[in-house]
């Protein structure tokens, strides 16, 4: 049994590797760390894409940047110059690779693979003592990054559903400059469904389907969906598919995080890295994994991830609320904001970077009486399931 860790951090995902990799530069008086995660070996399983508002530590490992993004609903397309604050893709491989080489060459962290936790952290004369497939572990702190529950409805407002495939086509059929971050279709009740395209070559991208919905979708429910619009992009052209991608992200949830005594912290997509307006989290487990390795360093207790201001909870909450009764407004709605949002405002509120002036013109942007009478009647919702091991 391994009893002299200062950390067990509980997943090797994006927030339990990039934690471990701050700790891995830079220990200070967290010395000795490990991370356990369940996969035997990583594969290059998610895309990342954020704005570049400025110089970042993974700039060397981001794979393409667009100044152009573009939005479409059936009445209209918004093309978004943002050649000064550039789109940019950051694949998962080439993450865990350069998260594993790091950790490898550090002296004080240690990375395992293949190791499945078999019960919750247990407090034992001080001391966090977790069971595992690989013999128990004692840490005077834990980092829980694991999901606490499988999504279910009513475990948040909306949850985001996507089914991705990196696939090469016979001919030239992308706009390799332009990403199409939302193409809307109007034919999934109850749900905003749309086709978001990362063009890598021009014959070459990573087209996902994506619905927002207060069910769950898994790949199976997003198959058709997915080979119609293949089908539609690159016509009866044959089509390679290089990998694939699937995820569900909270949207609005309940944040019920169990902590189980001093010491003991959940963090991650379910634990308030995710914004809730967007279930964008790269970036927002980033400023995290700064936070808590700075903590950690100075020998003080971990840190969770930051909450939003009462401001940012009340308009994502709002618009999600509004998405949730009028999913059919969907395409206008996001027409409008990135039509009518000066795009460096708007990218500052989606990175959570915002000014008042900012959230202003945001809301300037969007249809008042709608909003207003959805303040005045919020939508019902299911109870939210509790977050538990």
Known sequence: MRTDLDLLVLGGGCAGLSLALRLAERPGQCRRVAVLESRSAYVNDRSWCFWRLGPHRFEPLVRRTWSTVAVRSASRTVHVDCTR???????????YEHAAAVIGASDN??????????????????????????????????IDTRPPSPPRQGGATLWQSFLGEELICERPVFDATCVELMDFANDAPGAVAFTYVLPLESDRALVETTLFDPRPHGAADLANRQRHAVRRLCGNDGTTVVRTERGILPMGIARH???????????????GA???????????IQRWADDCAGALRRGREPVGHAADSWLTRTMDNLFLDVLRSHPERGPALFT????????????????????????AAVVASLPTG??????LNPAPRGPVAAQTT
């Open 109 to 142: 962290v240690e990375l395992s693979t293949g190791v499945s936790v078999l019960g919750s952290p247990r407090l034992v004369a001080g001391r966090w003592r977790v069971e595992t497939s690989a013999g128990p572990f004692s840490a005077a702190r834990v």
């Open 336 to 359: 409008d904001l990135f039509d009518r949002t000066p795009t460096p405002r708007l990218v500052r509120f989606l990175s959570d970077r915002a000014t008042v002036l900012d959230r």
């Open 257 to 271: 995080d169990t902590v189980l005594g001093r010491g003991h912290l959940r963090a991650g997509l379910m634990s």
């Open 85 to 95: 604050i550039p789109y940019q893709l950051l694949e998962s491989g080439a993450f």
């Open 274 to 284: 995710a914004r809730p307006a967007t279930g964008y989290a790269f970036e927002r």
């Open 370 to 375: 709608l909003f207003l009478r959805q303040l």
